[in-house]
């Protein structure tokens, strides 16, 4: 009797852990499904591809006070530097009695620059350190289908799914 109990709770314990899916699994299906609900013809569907599901997180620079901060900053020193190119462009479009005050304009957008693209760096940076708050997940799929007027399509296309692994969209 003993022997019966152990053996059908092994059974039960080995069965659960294989029903277990992984994200992986659950955004495949949960993609399949979708597709089931809203393709043209869901009879044609033939999986060609998934690719690997990944966290989709909130931008740093929309979710922090920093963030936002650095964000402004990128834009004015990009500005800026807009800005010193076109003075430039116009001291040398005036035939070369200029060209080393437009030089100097020049330059002097060409620093801007580099302050902007240091700034922009660091922004992403932050974003690469996943800051922001865990929005969905995504994953990429491949697959054919017929269209609305019943051509065979190959299609690629980006989902996302919630974070709790219950709907793709």
């Not at 003075?87 to 080393?100: A, I, R, T, V």
Request: proline share 1%; aromatic share 14%.
């Amino acid at each position: 009797m003993r022997t019966l109990i152990t053996l059908s709770l092994t059974i039960m314990f080995f069965l659960n852990i294989s029903c277990t899916l992984t994200k992986q699994q659950k955004a495949e299906r949960l993609v399949k499904q979708y597709l089931e609900k809203s393709l043209n013809d869901p009879g044609s569907y033939e999986s060609v591809s998934f690719g690997t599901v990944t966290a989709f997180y909130d931008d740093y620079k929309d979710t922090t006070a920093q963030g936002k901060q650095l964000e402004k900053e990128a834009s004015k020193l990009y500005h800026l530097a807009e800005k010193y190119h076109l003075l430039g462009d116009s001291l040398h479009d005036f035939g070369g009695f200029d060209d080393k005050r437009g030089d100097k304009y020049f330059s002097m957008g060409d620093d801007y620059f580099a302050k902007a693209r240091k700034v922009s760096e660091k922004i992403e940076l932050k974003n690469s350190g996943k800051n922001g708050d865990l929005l969905s997940y995504t994953i990429t799929h491949t697959y054919r289908a017929k269209n609305a007027f019943g051509a065979l399509t190959l299609e690629t296309r980006d989902f996302h799914i919630d974070d709790k692994f219950t709907e793709a969209y």
